[in-house]
Each structure stands twice: as C-alpha cells, then as structure tokens.
C-alpha cells in the first residue's frame, strides 16, 4: 500500500491548496484558545472527535482491520493544523502535518501556503468541513485500495 498514491488519487495537495488558499487571512485571524467552544463545533461535524488534553489536540480515529487513519488538528490563534496519521499494528506509517505532505508531494508547496487561517468561528467551521471532507476521501480511498 502506498499512501502516496492515495493522496494523488483524491486530489489531496490541490485540494488542500484551495483551502489555504479561501482561508489566507493572517494579520486579522482570530486571536486566542476557546477548546470547549472547538470541540462543539468539531462535534457537530462528527461526533466521534475527541481532544486530547495532554498534547492540547482534538483528533478522530478511524480503524480498519490492522491499520489506524486518524485526523489530529491544533486549533489556536486562529490557524488551523491539521494533521494525517496511518499506524499499522502498532508501527507508525505515516504522521505530517497537511502542509508538510504536500510539501513532500510537491516541493515548493510551503514556500507559498501552510496552514488555514480563520478570522471568525463561521469560518473555522467551514476550514473544518472542508478538511473533514478531504479527510473522509482519504478513509474511503484507503478502503478502496486497501
């Protein structure tokens, strides 16, 4: 299995491009940490979200047979860092950062882009649901090629 290839097939650095690209506002991003106020939102696009209060992270597990594909994001001063990581039995695959991947799949990738930034709770919900769904196009390429 080649999760590279996976993240080809979806479209995964132009995608996530376009999200950095929507979301660019740096100077007027919205400052500060409000994780209960996160975690509600992040619920309410899947339930299954937790936060992990010792490395200050919110992720969602997703299991299939030996393998874990889990989405981690750090939510403060308003950027987003999202996160994809792919453990099998116990061995950690794969574990980057959105940017960092797409860096590897195209070098050059974080001269220009990195992470989504948000200005208002509305927006941080729509930077979520747009890497919640890129994010469950990865789940479902990974079945499909598993």
């Known amino acids: 299995m080649d999760i590279n290839l996976i993240l080809n097939k979806i479209n995964f650095v132009s995608r996530y491009k376009e999200i ?3 979301h660019n506002d740096y100077e007027n991003r919205l400052r500060g940490r409000n994780t209960k106020r996160y975690l509600a939102i992040l619920k309410k696009l ?8 010792k490395d200050k ?5 997703y299991e299939y047979e030996a393998f874990e594909l889990n989405l981690g994001l750090v939510i403060n001063d308003g950027l987003v860092e999202p996160s994809l990581y792919v453990i099998r039995n ?4 794969l574990y ?3 940017d960092f991947i797409s860096e590897k799949l195209h ?5 220009n ?7 208002a709770e509305a927006e941080l919900e729509a930077v979520l649901t747009e890497i ?4 469950k196009d990865i789940r479902v390429a990974f079945v499909k090629d598993f």
């Open 20 to 22: 950095c690209l929507d």
């Open 46 to 53: 899947d339930e299954n979200f937790s936060y992990v209060s």
């Open 57 to 61: 992270f919110f992720t969602l597990k």
């Open 90 to 93: 116990e061995d950690w695959i």
């Open 96 to 98: 980057h950062r959105f």
């Open 107 to 111: 070098p050059g990738f974080r001269e």
């Open 113 to 119: 882009f990195n992470l989504p930034k948000y200005k």
């Open 132 to 135: 919640l769904k890129l994010y």
